[in-house]
């Protein structure tokens, strides 16, 4: 009886020595490694799990998800911590492979996408590129909906975004990354309010045509008010607005543009 010593592989050469005699070497394999447990159950890339079972040795595995590596940072023979690659979606292969034998693959899912910044805040009514911050998005493949419009996704890697959000109007619309067959929890963006640069005439008479210039009108839909009264718009830019003024009287009159709210 012998205690095998600690190690990894297939055949290893066992050879009995006794009374000077040696015997015919006789191969023999350890056990491949086997995983039983991942934790936690779901993660994003970027993240450290916790792999569990049996067999691992002291030094040298190998951890792929999905055939990417999952880079090791410490490892006994009954568990191994690694950093997640890159990914997305569920029923992703987990393989432990040491001295040449690989384990039953185990199944692992990547948790939903993460949004944990936008920049800019507000976009142009006419529209832009915004750049979405966070994790899990993947390495390729996930979509961008901007107030459930389609915002195209130009650029991407697992914590970073880039999408073009379409012309548009309003605030607080909702933003989803989905990726993987997943979705993530919503964040919040805005097109940025109107905004008034100039007025021409400056001065002017019931029922005569003025000149709003400015930015974030939008595409349709603004409203104007002089001293609390509606101009009717006759057209609408997302840089310039004409519109009847209405009867009245006085100086200093406030003009106002709405456009969905703001």
Request: negative net charge; aromatic residues 4%.
């Amino acid at each position: 009886v012998c205690h095998y010593p600690a190690g990894v592989g297939t055949n290893h050469a066992l050879v009995v020595t006794a009374g000077g005699t040696v015997s015919s070497p006789v191969a023999k394999d350890y056990n491949p490694p086997t995983v039983s447990t991942v934790a936690p159950a779901t993660a994003v890339g970027g993240e450290v799990v916790t792999i569990s079972g049996s067999d691992f040795g002291g030094a040298g595995a190998v951890v792929t998800v999905r055939g990417q590596p999952c880079v090791v940072d410490s490892q006994t023979h009954h568990t191994i911590t690694c950093r997640l690659p890159a990914g997305a979606g569920v029923g992703n292969d987990l393989v432990v492979s040491v001295g040449g034998q690989s384990s039953t693959p185990l199944s692992f899912s990547y948790g939903p996408p993460r949004i944990s910044g936008l920049s800019p805040a507000l976009v142009g009514t006419a529209g832009g590129t915004i750049s979405i911050a966070g994790a899990g998005f993947g390495a390729f493949g996930a979509t961008v909906t901007v107030g459930g419009a389609s915002c195209p996704v130009t650029d991407q890697s697992d914590t970073t975004l880039l999408c073009t959000v379409e012309a548009g109007v309003g605030a607080g619309l909702m933003v989803v990354v989905s990726s993987g067959g997943q979705s993530s929890a919503p964040a919040s963006v805005g097109y940025a309010p109107p905004a008034v640069d100039e007025i021409a005439p400056q001065i002017a008479t019931a029922d005569e045509l003025i000149v709003v210039t400015g930015t974030n009108f939008g595409e349709a839909g603004a409203t104007v008010d002089i001293g609390g009264q509606p101009c009717p718009v006759l057209s609408q830019s997302h840089g310039q607005l004409k519109c009847v003024v209405p009867a009245g009287s006085g100086t200093q009159q406030p003009l106002v543009v709405t456009v969905a709210g703001q």
